[in-house]
C-alpha cells in the first residue's frame, strides 16, 4: 500500500469541513488526513479527526496556488514519509471505496495526474486561468525553458513524492517562488503543476476521461450525477457539490458513507 497525504484546502463552513473529514475517514481511511486552514477563524478545523498544517495562512479566491507550495515545502522540511499527495476542497466528496488503491495503480509510471489534462493549451485559448495569463507567458516561457503551456482542473490534483521533492530542491526554485509572487492571474496553479513536468522530466496522465461530467467546475452535482457516478466503477469522488448540508447529493453521498 502507498503511503498518501490528502491535505483539504477550507477557509470557512466548518460543517462542510466537518462533512468532508467523515467522508474521506469513512471511504479512505488509509490516508493521512490534513488541513490547511486559508481563513481567519483560528479554530477551524479544531476538534476534527486531522491534523492542522503549522504553516497554514490566508489565501484568496483564484489566488491559492501558494497553498501548495506551502503544503510541499512542509513535507520537504519535515521529511514527510509518503509517496502521493492530493488536495481536497469542501465541494468534493467521495462516493466508493478503492480510491487509494487506484491512485497506487494508476500512478505507476507516473508523478502527476489531475483531473481534465489538456495538453498544449492552444495560444488562441478564451480559458480563464490562459487568458488571464497572457500578459505574464514570455516570464514563464522564459522560466520552464519551452513556449508552451498544458492545463487541468484544480480538485483531486496527485503529486507523486519524485515531483515535490524535484520542483522544492530545483536550483532555480527561488525564481519561480518570486514569478509565482508577482502572478496576477486566475487559477495558475491548473496551468503551472500540469506544465512543469516538462522542466522536470517527469511523466504525466489525466484522470479517465469519462470522469469529466463527475469532477468538473459547473454545474453543481445533482442527485441523478451521483447516481450515473455510481455508475462508473473509476468514478471515486464528486465535485462540486453544494456546501448546504441539506443538499440532496450531499444527502445522497451521506447515507453511502453510513452504510459503507
Given at each position: 500500500m502507498k503511503k498518501i497525504v490528502m491535505v483539504i484546502l477550507a477557509h470557512e463552513d466548518p460543517d462542510s469541513l466537518f462533512d468532508l473529514v467523515k467522508n474521506t475517514s469513512a471511504f479512505c481511511s488509509r490516508s493521512r488526513l490534513m488541513l490547511y486552514n486559508s481563513g481567519t477563524d483560528p479554530d477551524l478545523g479544531k476538534g476534527l479527526d486531522l491534523e492542522i498544517l503549522p504553516v497554514s495562512r490566508r489565501q484568496f479566491y483564484?489566488?491559492?496556488?501558494?497553498?501548495?507550495?506551502?503544503?510541499?515545502?512542509w513535507l520537504v522540511e519535515n521529511d514527510a514519509s509518503y509517496d502521493y499527495v492530493?488536495?481536497?476542497?469542501?465541494?468534493?466528496?467521495?462516493?466508493?471505496?478503492?480510491?487509494e488503491d487506484w491512485v497506487s495503480s494508476a500512478m505507476s509510471g507516473y508523478d502527476y495526474m489531475a483531473p481534465n489534462l489538456v495538453r498544449f493549451v492552444s495560444p488562441k485559448s478564451r480559458w480563464r486561468p490562459y487568458k488571464s495569463l497572457r500578459p505574464e507567458l514570455s516570464d514563464w516561457f522564459e522560466f520552464?525553458?519551452?513556449?508552451?503551456?498544458?492545463?487541468?482542473f484544480s480538485p483531486g490534483q496527485v503529486f507523486s513524492h519524485r515531483y515535490v521533492e524535484a520542483m522544492v530542491k530545483h536550483r532555480h526554485y527561488s525564481d519561480?517562488?518570486?514569478?509565482?509572487?508577482?502572478?496576477?492571474?486566475?487559477?495558475?496553479?491548473?496551468?503551472?503543476f500540469p506544465t512543469l513536468p516538462d522542466t522536470l522530466g517527469l511523466e504525466t496522465r489525466s484522470y479517465p476521461v469519462e470522469l469529466k461530467p463527475f469532477i468538473r467546475y459547473r454545474p453543481y452535482q445533482a442527485v441523478s450525477g451521483i447516481k450515473r457516478a455510481l455508475g462508473t466503477p473509476q468514478a471515486y469522488f464528486v465535485h462540486p457539490v453544494r456546501r448546504s448540508l441539506d443538499d440532496p447529493a450531499r444527502t445522497l453521498v451521506r447515507s453511502l458513507q453510513e452504510s459503507s
Open positions: 483564484a489566488k491559492i496556488t501558494p497553498f501548495f507550495f506551502d503544503v510541499f515545502e492530493i488536495n481536497l476542497e469542501t465541494d468534493m466528496l467521495f462516493i466508493r471505496h478503492g480510491y520552464v525553458g519551452f513556449r508552451h503551456v498544458h492545463g487541468a519561480l517562488k518570486r514569478l509565482i509572487a508577482a502572478n496576477k492571474s486566475h487559477t495558475l496553479q491548473e496551468i503551472l
